[in-house]
């Protein structure tokens, strides 16, 4: 139904409801209160005006006045006005409905603008989301394709070699080894893909048990054991005490950040990881000897693929780990911060909320 057929039909409906209050009030509730009679009326008037244009209420209101004015006003019967007060109430009846017409029809206007603002806002979010969603997608891609032509280059140069039978013994052992590296660095590669889909799905589950601080910092460390060889890694631990959390998750975040200080600092240049429990939370703190960050670079630092304005001509990496760090220990309402350190190097902490005992730790579920 087209706007003008709408409103003329509200129109009609206005004319009989206001007819059918007429008839009502004479015929069967002998009501001949014209302030009574007025109200109703202004009712009927005020319904209009919520429901349609202003010119439907506007003829209704004039309609409303004339029945007024010749079934309840005196002389009853005839379109004359004896009492000039009555002037005056029909003038007051007429600019009230007019006026409360006017706002009605004012609220309503700017109901349907902020309707429509709303909406404007949900496509423009809903586009904002799917730009987001592409630019994440491409980012995905090429970090992928960056980080695949290395150690695939890498494999098919070996694989290649290993087929020579001028290899010595010892040459045949450096292959190989390089084979299993770069296995271990796409394995890893994998993992981060998997590692993140989780993450986005909500499929990150904490399964608490007592283990050591030392424990954590181990495991951390075998998982990224390629990355660290030829570095010194300095553990500090100034707590023998039983904590509570998830073992795993917090090895796997402290091992991206392992991972970060092995890529962003000088080859041979020594690590330090410093665990202790304060106030509740174990905090493990992995300390470089790098260039330290950028202040530009600290608040984006664990956004997802981001490398750092300087990562091109410093280190590879799909700018994951990171961001797949804060996730997993946001799943046990852990926490990570980055900060530089004043005598050079940077300073990646992980804080976790933990239960404290003395005793024996639980096996360690991998």
């Known amino acids: 139904m087209t706007p003008q057929r709408s409103n003329s039909r509200h129109f009609v409906l206005a004319l009989v409801a206001i007819i059918a209050v007429t ?3 004479l015929r069967w509730l002998d009501v001949t209160n014209s302030t009574i009679v007025a109200l109703t009326y202004l009712l009927v008037v005020l319904v209009v005006a919520a429901s349609s244009q202003l010119w439907v209420a506007v003829l209704t209101s004039c309609a409303a006045m004339a029945l007024l004015n010749f079934f309840f006003l005196p002389p009853i019967g005839t379109w004359a006005i004896a009492d000039p007060g009555n002037w005056v109430a029909l003038f007051a009846f007429l600019m009230v409905s007019l006026v409360g017409s006017r706002l009605s029809a004012a609220a309503r206007d700017r109901e349907a603008l902020a309707v429509e603002r709303a909406q404007l806002v949900e496509e423009r979010k809903s586009a904002d989301l799917a730009r987001q969603s592409e630019d994440l997608k491409s980012a995905l891609l090429n970090s992928i394709a960056h980080d695949l032509r290395t150690p695939l280059t890498a494999i098919r140069v070996a694989a290649s070699n290993l087929q020579g039978s001028w290899l010595t013994d010892d040459q045949r052992r450096e292959q190989s080894d390089l084979v299993l590296t770069e296995v271990g660095r796409l394995t890893r590669l994998f993992q981060n893909i998997l590692e993140m889909a989780r993450i986005d799905a909500g499929g990150i589950l904490a399964q608490q048990q007592w283990v050591q601080p030392s424990e954590i910092i181990e495991g951390a460390r075998s998982l990224v054991e390629h ?18 959390l998830d073992p795993r998750l917090t090895a796997s975040a402290l091992a991206h950040l392992l991972e970060n200080a ?15 429990v304060v106030a509740g939370e174990l905090s493990i703190a992995v300390r470089d000897r790098g260039a330290g960050i950028a202040p530009s670079d600290l608040p984006k630092l664990f956004g997802r693929f981001y490398r750092g304005s300087d990562s091109k001509r410093r280190a590879s990496g799909t700018g994951m780990g990171l961001s797949i760090a804060s996730g997993l220990l946001a799943a046990e309402k852990g926490r990570v911060w980055a900060e530089n350190c004043a005598d050079g190097g940077a300073q990646f902490t992980i804080g976790v909320p933990v239960q404290v005992r003395t005793g024996a730790a639980e096996p360690v579920s991998t």
């Not at 990355?227 to 509570?244: A, Y």
């Open 262 to 276: 092995a890529q962003y600092s000088r080859p041979g240049s020594p690590i330090t990881v410093r665990g202790r």
């Open 23 to 25: 008839l009502v009030y």
């Open 227 to 244: 990355d660290l060889r030829g570095r010194s890694v300095e553990v500090q631990i100034e707590t023998d005490s039983l904590v509570r």
